[in-house]
C-alpha cells in the first residue's frame, strides 16, 4: 500500500495556486494540505506511475530532458480543449521528456524530481508527487459498450 510521503511543512492548495500563478474552480477547499505520494497517483485522465512499475514497457529515447520553468508544464488538456493538467515545480528540481518509448501507447512522458513536483488541475485541485521519476500516463477504462473483434470488451480513454 503506499502512504503519504511526510513532509516538515505541509503545502495547501492556496500556497501552490500563489506559487504556480495557476487557479483551481472555487469550490475547491483552498486551505487543505496537497498529500504527497510516492506510488500510483490518479488525477482525472492522468495516472503518475512510479518507473519501476513500467520499466519494462517504457523509456527514454534520448538523454534530453527539459527543466520544468516557474510557469510549470502542461501535460494534457482535458477532452473538451478546456482543463490542463499542469506539472509545477521548484527551479532546478524537476524535469521532463515526451521523448519516450511505450508499447502500450498511453505514455505522455517521463518526470524526474529531486524535490516535491505537482500537478495541479482546475477542477481536481492538486497532487504532490515525491522525488523520485515517474511515467505520467493517460488513463483507460472498460468499454463496455464497445465489444472488439472477438467478442471482448474494448478499452477508451478516459475523458476528463
Do not use: K
Amino acid at each position: 500500500m503506499t502512504m503519504p510521503v511526510p513532509v516538515s511543512t505541509a503545502t495547501t492548495l492556496a500556497d501552490l495556486t500563489r506559487r504556480s500563478g495557476l487557479d483551481v474552480l472555487d469550490h475547491l477547499e483552498r486551505e487543505v494540505a496537497i498529500p504527497v505520494v510516492d506510488g500510483l497517483q490518479a488525477q482525472g485522465d492522468l495516472i503518475v506511475v512510479p518507473y519501476a512499475f513500467v520499466a519494462r514497457a517504457v523509456n527514454p529515447l534520448t538523454t534530453m530532458w527539459q527543466e520544468v520553468p516557474a510557469e510549470g508544464v502542461e501535460l494534457l488538456r482535458s477532452a473538451a480543449g478546456g482543463n490542463p493538467h499542469t506539472l509545477v515545480a521548484d527551479p532546478g528540481t524537476c524535469r521532463w521528456t515526451r521523448e519516450i518509448r511505450d508499447t502500450m501507447g498511453l505514455a505522455l512522458g517521463m518526470i524526474e524530481t529531486s524535490a516535491v513536483a505537482y500537478l495541479i488541475h482546475p477542477e481536481h485541485g492538486g497532487t504532490g508527487i515525491a522525488p523520485g521519476r515517474y511515467v505520467v500516463r493517460r488513463q483507460r477504462e472498460r468499454d463496455t459498450e464497445r465489444v472488439g473483434r472477438f467478442g471482448n470488451l474494448g478499452d477508451r480513454m478516459i475523458a476528463d
